[in-house]
């Protein structure tokens, strides 16, 4: 057995559903012009982190010197089945997008790569170096994703493996040791074209670019400020995140739900009580979404969300 199989059984072992290795060069030309021309483009909206650390976000070995490897880690998310319950039609609620109704993923996924590398220091030996990397790591995951077998970059600019669908988080080691590399998967969206029908928004454009200034997920997470009213009109009672794209996709119909048992779901978080959610303290806040994506959002923000669905729900 190769080393790089024993590294994949262990990812496996971990909890991870995916797992492919790539080398550490960069991204190639094609990706790089496509990268950079979405940021000129202002596509990127308010995300200015976006515009730093452009030769790190394309070059692995840009943040750990000396890098060989690439191994691409993948976590599926899909929420198991609900019973449906009856609804309250006199308490007003909105939804929370798939991804935010678990555990930080951010944590989770950081704590099973660290147990990654000790596990390979103990079968390559000492001297080797790694580089963890969970979405705030200016990397551009996808895209390496991809070239490391996971799956394919689809009309709706996710990460799409033809098994699991579209609902997956990543996560990366860079390290200095080299490794047998995987080859990229040869699915694509053919002739498809649901993820862009059933955007509420128009963000994902006909000629296949991403305008995040338009998408429901930008707006509801990372823009500040008052959102446009036109925009505001179409967020509907999507509180935080969209999936509509996600959902649409055929590649998700299929898919298998969250395997993992220690990723911890939170059913009681698909929708929220938007006047609880507007009568919260800033101490309530941060008890109430300690460990879960939405404490990135911040109160102020979360309120601003709130009260565009519920003016939304009212009309």
Request: proline share 2%; net charge positive; hydrophobic share 40%.
């Given at each position: 057995m190769t080393l790089a199989k024993d590294i994949k059984l262990k990812a496996i072992e971990l909890g991870f559903?995916?797992?492919?290795?790539?080398?550490?060069?960069?991204?190639?030309?094609?990706?790089?012009?496509?990268?950079?021309?979405?940021?000129?483009?202002?596509?990127?909206?308010?995300?200015?982190?976006?515009h730093k650390n452009l030769e790190k976000r394309i070059d692995p070995t840009k943040l750990?010197?000396?890098?060989?490897?690439?191994?691409?880690?993948?976590?599926n998310y899909k929420p198991p089945k609900q019973k449906p319950k009856p609804p309250d039609h006199t308490v007003p609620t909105a939804t929370v997008a798939n991804y935010a109704q678990?555990?930080?993923?951010?944590?989770?996924?950081?704590?099973?790569?660290?147990k990654l590398t000790g596990f390979i220091t103990s079968i390559a030996g000492q001297?080797?170096?790694?580089?963890?990397?969970?979405?705030?790591?200016?990397?551009?995951?996808?895209?390496?994703?991809?070239?490391?077998?996971?799956?394919?970059?689809?009309?709706?600019?996710?990460?799409?493996?033809p098994k699991l669908g579209c609902q997956i988080t990543l996560g990366e080691v860079i390290t200095t040791l080299k490794l047998q590399t995987d080859e990229p998967i040869t699915a694509d969206c053919s002739n498809c074209d649901k993820c862009i029908d059933a955007c509420p928004t128009g963000a994902l454009r006909p000629d296949g670019q991403f305008d995040a200034n338009k998408c429901i997920?930008?707006?509801?997470?990372?823009?500040?400020?008052?959102?446009?009213?036109?925009?505001?009109?179409?967020?509907?009672?999507?509180?935080?995140?969209c999936d509509e794209c996600v959902l649409a996709c055929p590649y998700q119909q299929n898919a298998p739900a969250c395997k993992n048992k220690e990723f911890k779901f939170y059913?009681?978080?698909?929708?929220l009580d938007l006047h609880q959610i507007l009568n919260l303290t800033q101490e309530d806040f941060e008890a109430k979404f300690a460990d879960s994506p939405i404490k990135r959002l911040g109160l102020e923000r979360l309120k601003r969300n709130a009260q565009i669905c519920l003016e939304n729900l009212k009309k």
């Open positions: 559903d995916l797992v492919g290795i790539t080398d550490a060069s960069a991204l190639n030309t094609e990706q790089v012009e496509l990268l950079t021309g979405w940021l000129k483009a202002g596509c990127a909206g308010q995300m200015n982190y976006m750990l010197k000396n890098a060989q490897s690439l191994i691409c880690l993948g976590l678990y555990e930080d993923y951010h944590l989770f996924i950081k704590k099973r790569l660290r001297g080797l170096q790694f580089k963890i990397c969970v979405d705030s790591v200016p990397l551009t995951e996808r895209a390496f994703a991809a070239r490391a077998g996971l799956g394919f970059i689809g009309k709706n600019h996710m990460l799409i493996n997920s930008y707006l509801t997470i990372e823009y500040e400020g008052r959102i446009p009213p036109a925009l505001a009109e179409k967020i509907g009672d999507r509180l935080f995140g059913s009681d978080r698909a929708k």
